[in-house]
């Protein structure tokens, strides 16, 4: 017994003093050790300082498909504010993304009639709501929405000042434009990509599998019940937005949706009076739907008979406000399957 009573003494100062030395690091460790930081918003200004202010002659979009930009259709979009292709007035333009860096800021520094270029990067839904921030958009003339993750885009601006500061620079007369996920989310539905990675085989074999369609920012004039999709033909998404398009109709959200397409390398200018053009190397496709699908349901393959299509290239226009009702062609899907490639 008294063996016993030394060995538990023996262990229980061996345990005091494991534990003293385990306390003793823990605290060493929080003092040399770095505390996270916070995300804060990013900025990188090239150009002048002073904000231009001039008055702006009309709103304008510029939708980009990714890829290579077209720098053409950024051009129109800054002249179509200033009201001039070569003129003396000059305007302020803001890159917002969520991630990168001011890769943007010299090639649009480098137009005409740009007095500043400045990128904000915001990847934090608190700092959507900083004032410095705020004032950065307000003052701008013209928005530039780089490529990035329109999940985090839609989830981080969404009800905040970024998204009422865009708002107010074309409401003033402003231009604004985007390329990928930034073109994505100028349509009045998103397709929010925040799950896993849908293709147009997953999508049409299941149309609701990780497709969540969100109601967008913005909902520009000209762009009422549309989705947009990019990278369109690089990564066959023709069946994805057809799913879009059936899987809006089928849940109500709208009678008619026009489902807009656009090719990397290639840009979908916007005029004021609702004349879209295409500006670059690729294509253009609006797909109209207008009546409900035959099949659209979870874990069911969806068949859509007779979407109307249109498909332009580089020149060609298609009129937003005065929207067609029968396309060039129709295209039909059956059990998951489209009937015929648009793809030549």
């Known amino acids: 017994m008294n063996h016993l009573n030394i060995f538990m003494k023996i262990s229980s100062f061996y345990l005091t003093i494991l534990l003293t030395i385990t306390v003793i690091l823990s605290f060493i460790l929080m003092i040399i050790l ?17 904000d231009v202010n001039p008055s702006m002659a009309a709103f304008a979009y510029n939708l980009g498909g990714g890829g290579h930009d077209v720098d053409a259709a950024i051009q129109w979009m800054i002249n179509q504010v200033r009201g001039c292709n070569t003129c003396s007035e000059k ?12 890769a943007y800021n010299q090639i649009i520094l480098a137009m005409d009639g740009v007095d500043s270029v400045e990128t904000l990067v915001i990847s934090q839904r ?13 003052n701008a003339e013209v928005v530039f929405f780089g490529g990035g993750d329109q999940c985090n885009y839609v989830r981080n601006y969404i009800n905040t000042g970024v998204e009422r500061a865009i708002k107010s620079v ?31 085989e997953t999508a049409l074999m299941n149309p609701y599998e990780d497709v969540y369609l969100d109601s967008g920012l913005f909902f520009w004039e000209h762009l009422q019940n549309t989705i947009i999709d990019t990278h369109f033909y690089e990564r066959d998404r023709m069946g994805r937005l057809m799913t879009f398009v059936a899987r809006l109709l089928r849940d109500g959200k709208a009678n008619r949706v026009l489902g807009i397409g656009i090719d990397e390398g290639t840009s979908l ?76």
């Open 34 to 50: 770095p505390l996270p930081v916070e995300a804060k918003p990013i900025t990188y200004l090239d150009g002048n300082t002073a």
């Open 269 to 344: 200018i916007v005029h004021k009076n609702g004349l879209a053009k295409v500006i670059g190397d690729g294509y253009v496709y609006f797909i109209l739907g207008d009546h409900l699908p035959e099949k659209c349901e979870p874990q069911t393959a969806v068949s859509f008979s007779d979407f109307h299509v249109w498909k332009k290239g580089n020149g060609e226009t298609f009129d937003l406000k005065n929207r067609p009702s029968v396309g060039d062609f129709q295209v039909s899907v059956k059990d998951g399957k489209l009937m015929s490639s648009l793809f030549y």
């Open 126 to 138: 608190e700092d959507a709501d900083s004032q410095n921030i705020i004032d950065k958009i307000q």
């Open 170 to 200: 074309v409401e003033r007369g402003g231009a604004i434009g985007g390329t990928s996920a930034g073109a994505m989310i100028q349509s009045d539905f998103v397709f929010s990509a925040c799950s896993e990675t849908v293709t147009s």
């Open 91 to 102: 305007v302020d333009v803001v890159v917002v993304r969520d991630s990168g860096d001011a």
